[in-house]
T-cell receptor, first 112, second 112 residues
Framework: AQTVTQSQPEMSVQEAETVTLSCTYDTSENNYYLFWYKQPPSRQMILVIR??????QNATENRFSVNFQKAAKSFSLKISDSQLGDTAMYFCAHPTINDMRFGAGTRLTVKP | SQTIHQWPATLVQPVGSPLSLECTVE??????LYWYRQAAGRGLQLLFYSVGIGQISSEVPQNLSASRPQDRQFILSSKKLLLSDSGFYLCAISIGGNTEAFFGQGTRLTVV
């Protein structure tokens, strides 16, 4: 079965600093996607960033970037220059042909 | 682009009452459809997914059922609610599988 593991239930960071959220996954596929989603207090799920496994270059979206290590099946999210609005639950996700598996989430608090 | 309509936003139901949550999709056809449940402060549990009309796969045995009577309509039901059915229910879609999921606004269900 495909599994996604986030080992950090909670993290905090000072405003303007950098924080990295960890994610590991298990898959038997060679070509696949990985995603990070953000869920703010409104509980709307927002796609933050995507990574295609066949691309060696790490994806970047403004202040958000990933460190994708395919051999290690690791997919961490780095948030630079953290802002108060980054406070949210963050979920790592791995889709298959029929479903989408999510990690348990990391609750990130950005402190002023 | 696709739009996911999910209603109601909030629902309070007594134990033993029936449930019907509806999710409809606009802007795309033949999506994969998903129902997730999220307990307070926790991750997403995949309940059901559907790859086509009348095709429903269940992830966990439970008091709930799902149906897909039309291509872009996904319904979550129960004949008799339990206290343990309380939670935040999210409808999601993906296009073609193995891609990102897009989410509705969610329904907060409280069984009393």
């Amino acid at each position: 079965a495909q599994t996604v593991t986030q080992s950090q239930p909670e993290m905090s960071v000072q405003e303007a600093e950098t924080v990295t959220l960890s994610c590991t996954y298990d898959t038997s596929e060679n070509n696949y996607y990985l995603f990070w989603y953000k869920q703010p207090p409104s509980r709307q799920m927002i796609l933050v960033i995507r990574q295609e496994a066949y691309k060696q270059q790490n994806a970047t979206e403004n202040r958000f970037s990933v460190n994708f290590q395919k051999a290690a099946k690791s997919f961490s999210l780095k948030i630079s220059d953290s802002q108060l609005g980054d406070t949210a639950m963050y979920f790592c996700a791995h889709p298959t042909i029929n479903d989408m598996r999510f990690g348990a989430g990391t609750r990130l608090t950005v402190k002023p | 682009s696709q739009t996911i309509h999910q209603w109601p936003a909030t629902l309070v139901q007594p134990v033993g009452s029936p449930l019907s949550l509806e999710c409809t999709v606009e802007g795309t056809s033949n999506p994969n459809l998903y129902w997730y449940r999220q307990a307070a402060g926790r991750g997403l549990q995949l309940l059901f997914y559907s790859v086509g009309i009348g095709q429903i796969s269940s992830e966990v045995p439970q008091n709930l059922s799902a149906s897909r009577p039309q291509d872009r309509q996904f319904i979550l039901s129960s004949k008799k609610l339990l206290l343990s059915d309380s939670g935040f229910y999210l409808c999601a879609i993906s296009i073609g599988g193995n891609t990102e999921a897009f989410f509705g606004q969610g329904t907060r269900l409280t069984v009393v």
